[in-house]
């Protein structure tokens, strides 16, 4: 017969902001996680490890979330991070942090949707047959950081799939240009963002090749879609030591 653990003692990070009144809502409302702490700007960090949190989510900003990840993997704390902001260097500095505490496990996820983690799945799939991709991404106008790290992450594995496929530039005939018109240059991705007021979050990728064209949307309407993904990977955290990039390796397990 299995042994019943105790419930995991969850901490939240920015439990005051849009994200994380939505997390502390979901970690209370289930009987294996326990609220421990609800931390926002100003608190002290302490408040975590006093309060014996065995995981740590972090929904801040990207330029308090190094810090915040750092203290609590001194602390030997799991964290969950769905804060944006995480280019390819930050990731090994969290690799480097982690290799002095080889116990502790890290997720960060671009996007803890189950659509959306399809949805670069998918993208990732069809890359290899078009000669063309463009990603279109759509947020409230609250949001602080643009492109979004759901297309950062995207431009990044759409870029690795034409490569492998040993595909040639973009054609793009542009050579008077107002600048911002083509959007950002992302690994050689274009990306455009939109912010307008009623969006929460959305992203298209449009594809193209001779005579078609595909399109692979996805669309979060409410910040409940995140929370399935937000729990499922702090059960999995405290089982996952070192470092965890995306949803995609926690589902389906
Ligand atoms: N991975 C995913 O699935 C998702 C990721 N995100 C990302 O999560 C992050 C948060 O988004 P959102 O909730 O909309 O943003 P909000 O601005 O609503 O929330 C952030 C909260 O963190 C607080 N905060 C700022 N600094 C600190 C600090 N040092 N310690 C503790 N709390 C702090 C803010 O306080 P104050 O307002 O006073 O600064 C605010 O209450 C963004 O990076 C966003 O892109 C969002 C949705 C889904
Ligand atoms: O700020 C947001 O709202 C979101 N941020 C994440 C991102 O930058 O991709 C995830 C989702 O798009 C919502």
């Known amino acids: 017969m299995s042994e019943e653990r105790e419930p995991i003692r969850v901490g939240v990070l920015g439990a005051?902001?849009?994200?994380?009144?939505?997390?502390?809502?979901?970690?209370?409302?289930?009987?294996?996680?326990?609220?421990?702490?609800?931390?926002?700007?100003?608190d002290w960090l302490f408040n975590a490890s006093d309060a014996g949190a065995e995981v740590v989510v972090d929904f801040t900003n990207p330029d308090v979330v190094m810090d915040h990840l750092h203290w609590c993997i001194d602390q030997g704390i799991n964290c969950v991070v769905g804060t944006s902001g995480f280019t390819e260097q930050r990731l090994e500095r969290v690799r480097s942090w982690l290799q002095h505490k080889p116990e502790v496990g890290?997720?960060?996820?671009?996007?803890?949707?189950?659509?959306?983690?399809?949805?670069?799945?998918?993208?990732?799939?069809?890359?290899?047959?078009?000669?063309?991709?463009?990603?279109?991404?759509?947020?409230?106008?609250?949001?602080?950081?643009?492109?979004?790290?759901?297309?950062?992450?995207?431009?990044?594995?759409?870029?690795?799939?034409r490569a492998a496929a040993g595909l040639a530039a973009m054609p793009d005939?542009?050579?008077?240009?107002?600048?911002?018109?083509?959007?950002?240059?992302?690994?050689?991705?274009?990306?455009?963002?939109?912010r307008a007021a009623g969006l929460v979050a959305h992203q298209e990728i449009l594809f193209g090749t001779v005579g078609e064209t595909l399109t692979i949307r996805h669309d979060s309407y409410d910040r409940a879609s995140f929370m399935p993904g937000v729990l499922l990977a702090i059960r999995q955290v405290i089982q996952r030591p070192g470092l965890t990039v995306g949803l995609a390796p926690l589902l389906d397990r």
Not at 28 to 42: F, H, K, N, R, T
Not at 174 to 188: I, N, Q, S, Y
């Open 16 to 42: 005051r902001g849009r994200m994380g009144v939505e997390v502390c809502k979901a970690v209370d409302a289930v009987d294996d996680l326990e609220l421990v702490a609800m931390i926002d700007q100003g």
């Open 106 to 161: 890290v997720v960060v996820a671009p996007n803890f949707g189950v659509g959306a983690v399809l949805m670069m799945e998918f993208a990732a799939r069809a890359a290899r047959y078009f000669e063309s991709v463009e990603i279109i991404e759509q947020h409230h106008p609250a949001k602080v950081d643009a492109p979004s790290g759901t297309a950062t992450h995207t431009a990044r594995v759409v870029a690795e799939a």
């Open 173 to 194: 005939a542009t050579k008077d240009e107002v600048p911002g018109a083509r959007g950002a240059d992302l690994d050689g991705v274009r990306v455009h963002s939109v």
